[in-house]
């Protein structure tokens, strides 16, 4: 009877120990949409950082593409389960940033740590990029990306092009693309991914023109869109009558013309930084340049905006967990951590230690493509027209700008009738979304 | 006389309880997201339910005023017409070849099933993957003939090629019920004709035909609320209601006003008036059309 009672102590001592082993280790939860090659480094990361110490433990979760986890993230918060931490492509950063009951300010998190957060540490672009308009940080950027010129050196050779000098200008790029078809050198010039991104809201920042009022919608929700100015008409008209004849062309919305691109079918190419990994793994002969500039733009080229994805913090957890999440974004401001992952990644670097660190090391003597979008988003300033461009309902506008461009690249309308349509409907949308 | 052939239950609570799992299932699946989608459709609502605002038939009445809306519906009629007739066409035509084929039926029948077990999403995909103009293999072949194929651009294509996946999808299921539809047809009947001097294809107008009325009826009911609702997958996979919004079809719209766009109010209009649609059309299919279909 008493042997019986000892071993139940002891098997009731054992259970609290261990169950209290358990309570001491505070899991995060990170829900994420790297797939591939970044979503690895996402593993090694987490795996890293969860040996490191022995308190907190984050568990990532892989939720399908940028959209995708920005409304399953939106999903579990109505659902009171949300994450702790989110990753949101740079279109919902607005949308974040309209929910500001919802979401816990980076700023107040990392000051919870046991360092103290230093603004000044990380790259003042990228930075500003995901700030109120006070200044305060409002989500952690993880991972950051900017537009470059991407080119086929041999279809260049074939086409009597210069392969190592590429094209700076737009009109460069449009006589290059041009003598590429009527060679023969490829059956298309130029293509690119993502116009919105880069031929509409980035294409305002680099040639210092407005994109939407209000500062391009930093300064505050209500913006009018300004697209449909004189020096965008011509850009799309070019790209319109270059599609006539095949020389331009359209992939899609986002990077599916990358594959007319990594298959020798178009020559010129523009897409994000973050886009290399898969161009090396095709094996081509590939050079890169900068986003080309409008020569007749006086500030040309100014600076590009951040593109990519930040980490944000839900609201309503408990300190502990918090805690964890200052310790795992101070893991990766760390110096070699950064380093690591821009090197690994192609992404930008997001403090300006682990830039100066990189150079260094020389990395960029041998892989000046990877320099080239720090070199853009950091060269000058930025003006009112390149801290960024933020809506709340930015993927909407996006889709709108889309389907007007595919109606002009039909040959159903003029740039001048995309650009006024695009304005007034997407105008429209902004005022519903923020409720006027 | 009637209460004397009905079958009655000893116990009062058995037929419920056989009934229930049949009631909740229609509850869970139908009862209660509608009853939320109602709810939803007078409110606005900021995509986190952080404020909510009762705005009553504000939300419908912003849809219904919406040029695209009106676009999107052009669409949908235009798509489940082709996608309904093309599917029931082909289906027809193969079950009365396959009907006629003595060795290997099976073989051919169950072949020509197959394409009914792939998810629509996976439909999709393999139709992009043959017609897609960056990678396709039959984009590439048509290109190369000098034919501009870009359904990336031209909507019609676009149009062409989820109409095409779509019933490709659906013959089967089509196909399936037209075999079982001629095997039920007396042969007598047939070759009573014949004898009378009726040649092929009048025997097919003239008896096969109207007596498949019935299935085909029922098959003109299934395809409809396939094209309109079962497709989704097929146009997020293939076009993904582009280019513009040449193939965005209702419910292609209420996904994405509700999903990408995070308007949950006008979502849920939208899905109300779809679900008014169905009722409507369901209730005046079977009331006036099935009036003229001959059930033997």
């Known amino acids: ?436 | 006389m009637a209460s004397s052939t009905r079958v009655t239950f000893p116990n009062k609570f058995l037929p419920y309880l056989l009934l229930a799992p049949q009631l909740a299932i229609t509850a869970v699946f139908f009862y209660w997201p509608a009853s939320q989608a109602i709810q939803q459709s007078v409110l606005r609502e900021d995509p986190f339910g952080l404020s909510t605002q009762f705005v009553g038939l504000a939300n419908f009445k912003r849809v219904l005023n919406d040029p695209n809306y009106l676009n999107s519906l052009q669409v949908t009629v235009i798509f489940s017409i082709a996608t309904a007739l093309i599917a029931m066409a082909f289906a027809l035509l193969l079950a009365v070849m396959a009907d006629k084929v003595i060795r290997g039926k099976g073989v051919y029948r169950t072949l020509l099933i197959w394409p009914y077990a792939v998810a629509p999403a996976i439909a999709g995909m393999l139709w992009l993957f043959l017609f897609n103009p960056s990678m396709g293999t039959l984009a590439y072949l048509l290109r190369s003939t000098g034919y501009n194929w870009d359904p990336l651009l031209n909507s019609d294509q676009a149009m062409v090629l989820v109409v095409a996946a779509a019933s490709w999808k659906q013959i089967s299921y089509n196909f399936l019920f037209f075999v079982a539809g001629l095997q039920s047809i007396p042969k007598s009947l047939i070759e009573a004709a014949a004898i009378d001097g009726a040649g092929e294809t009048k025997r097919f107008w003239t008896i096969i035909f109207p007596l498949l009325a019935p299935t085909t009826f029922f098959l003109l009911v299934v395809n409809t609320v396939y094209a309109f609702f079962d497709t989704f997958g097929i146009i997020h996979a293939v076009t993904g209601g582009g280019p513009g919004k040449a193939t965005e079809t209702l419910v292609y719209k209420v996904y994405n006003d509700g999903f990408v766009n995070l308007i949950l109010g006008d979502s849920a209009a939208q899905s109300v008036i779809l679900m008014v649609i169905v009722i409507a059309m369901t209730a005046v299919q079977f009331r006036y059309v099935e009036r003229k279909v001959h059930y033997g």
């Open chain 1, 1 to 436: 009877m008493t042997n019986h009672g000892t071993k139940l102590t002891v098997a009731f001592g054992i259970l609290l120990a261990s169950s209290s082993a358990s309570f001491a280790v505070t899991e995060i939860s990170w829900w994420h949409a790297m797939p591939g090659a970044n979503g690895e480094v996402v593993q090694a990361l987490t795996k890293e950082f969860n040996e490191s110490q022995s308190e907190y433990k984050v568990v990532p979760v892989f939720k399908g593409t940028y959209p995708e986890a920005l409304n399953a993230g939106i999903a579990a918060f109505r659902a009171k389960q949300a994450p702790d931490i989110l990753q949101v492509f740079d279109a919902g950063t607005g949308v974040m940033m309209g929910a500001e009951g919802a979401i816990k300010p980076v700023a107040d998190i990392l000051s919870m740590g046991e360092t103290k957060f230093d603004k000044s540490l990380y790259l003042p672009g990228i930075v500003a990029y995901y700030s109120k308009p006070d200044g305060t940080m409002l989500s952690f950027p993880y991972n950051s990306s900017s537009p470059i010129l991407y080119y086929n050196k041999d279809i260049f050779k074939k086409a009597g092009l210069d392969e190592n000098t590429p094209p700076k200008t737009w009109p460069e790029v449009w006589e290059a693309a041009k003598k590429i078809k009527t060679s023969g050198a490829a059956n298309c010039g130029y293509t690119t991914a993502w116009m919105t991104w880069i031929h509409t809201e980035n294409y305002a920042a680099w040639n210092d023109i407005s994109w939407g009022s209000n500062e391009n919608g930093i300064g505050g929700v209500d913006v009018e869109l300004k697209i449909n100015s004189p020096l965008f008409v011509k850009h799309f008209q070019e790209l319109a009558d270059l599609a006539k004849d095949g020389t331009f062309r359209y992939g899609g919305r986002t990077s599916e013309a990358k594959q007319l691109f990594t298959s020798g079918e178009c020559g010129i190419y523009n897409d994000s930084s973050g886009g290399l990994g898969d161009i090396i793994k095709s094996g081509m002969n590939y050079g890169t340049g900068q986003l080309p500039y409008e020569p007749e733009s006086k500030n040309a080229p100014q600076n590009t905006i951040p593109g990519g994805a930040s980490l944000w913090v839900f609201a309503g957890k408990s300190d502990e967990q918090y805690k964890g999440v200052a310790a795992f974004f101070n893991f990766l401001s760390k110096t070699e951590i950064q380093s690591r992952l821009h090197q690994v990644s192609g992404y930008l670097p997001v403090t300006l230690a682990a830039y100066e660190d990189t150079k260094k090391s020389g990395f960029y003597e041998k892989n000046p493509a990877r320099e080239i979008p720090i070199k853009q988003m950091m060269g000058k300033a930025p003006t009112e027209n390149s801290k960024g461009v933020r809506l709340v309902n930015l993927p909407q506008v996006r889709d709108i700008l889309n389907e007007e461009y595919e109606n002009m690249l039909a040959g159903k309308q003029t740039a001048q009738q995309a650009l006024d349509k695009a304005v007034e409907r997407g105008n429209a949308a902004i005022k519903q979304a923020i409720g006027q």
